[in-house]
Nanobody, 119 residues
Framework: QVQLLESGGGLVQAGGSLRLSCAAS????????MGWYRQAPGEQRELVAT???????NYADSVKGRFTISRDNARNTVYLQMNSLKPEDTAVYYC?????????????WGQGTQVTVSS
């Protein structure tokens, strides 16, 4: 059984910062790409950022220069540092990871954490 536990969401004023964390736990053999996605009310879930086990990153254009994704492989944890937040960043943020349990890879999601940016 694998779980992704997110933390760090909340309410912040425009221009402020938040740091999200997501820790994977369970019978983990290996972790591949980890990432963050978000879903605003009435919208589809969209990619925010991803990071490979080697540290290569990818960002949505809307967050480039403001958000930074990082990971601690020893702790099976991925982070999202969000600076210069805008009201349009308001959404539920979901952690995602490709995780191998013994020899079988699976796509896992966290429960989501709410980020609200007030104007």
């Amino acid at each position: 059984q694998v779980q992704l536990l997110e933390s760090g969401g909340g309410l912040v004023q425009a221009g402020g910062s938040l740091r999200l964390s997501c820790a994977a736990s369970g019978s983990i053999f290996s972790i591949g790409v980890m990432g963050w996605y978000r879903q605003a009310p009435g919208e589809q879930r969209e990619l925010v950022a991803t990071i490979t086990s080697g540290g290569s990153t990818n960002y949505a254009d809307s967050v480039k220069g403001r958000f930074t994704i990082s990971r601690d492989n020893a702790r099976n944890t991925v982070y999202l540092q969000m600076n210069s937040l805008k009201p349009e960043d308001t959404a539920v943020y979901y952690c995602n990871a490709l995780i191998a349990v013994v020899t079988s890879w699976g796509d896992y999601w966290g429960q989501g954490t709410q980020v609200t940016v007030s104007s």
